[in-house]
Nanobody, 119 residues
């Protein structure tokens, strides 16, 4: 059984920072590409940042220069450092990962972590 467990969300004032973690647990041989998505109330889920297993990254224009995605393959964990947060960043943040269980590849979602930025 594979699970992606997100943590690090919370309430922060505009201009503040948060660091989200997405930790893979269970029967994991390796984790490939990982994406962070977010979904604000009443809006569609949108891609925020992505990282390959080798460390190549991509960001949505709305978060470039403010957010940094990184990973620790030894810990099966991916991070999203969020700086200069704005009220528009308020959303539930989800990680989405390609996981090799040793028996095959699968894609998994985390349960989400709430980020609320107050003005």
């Amino acid at each position: 059984q594979v699970q992606l467990v997100e943590s690090g969300g919370g309430l922060v004032q505009a201009g503040g920072s948060l660091r989200l973690s997405c930790a893979g647990t269970g029967n994991i041989f390796s984790i490939g590409g990982v994406d962070w998505y977010r979904q604000a109330a009443g809006k569609q889920r949108e891609l925020v940042a992505a990282i390959t297993r080798g460390g190549s990254t991509n960001y949505a224009d709305s978060v470039k220069a403010r957010f940094t995605i990184s990973r620790d393959n030894a810990k099966n964990t991916v991070y999203l450092q969020m700086n200069s947060l704005k009220p528009d960043d308020t959303a539930v943040y989800y990680c989405y990962a390609e996981v090799n269980t040793g028996r095959g590849l699968g894609r998994y979602w985390g349960q989400g972590t709430q980020v609320t930025v107050s003005s």
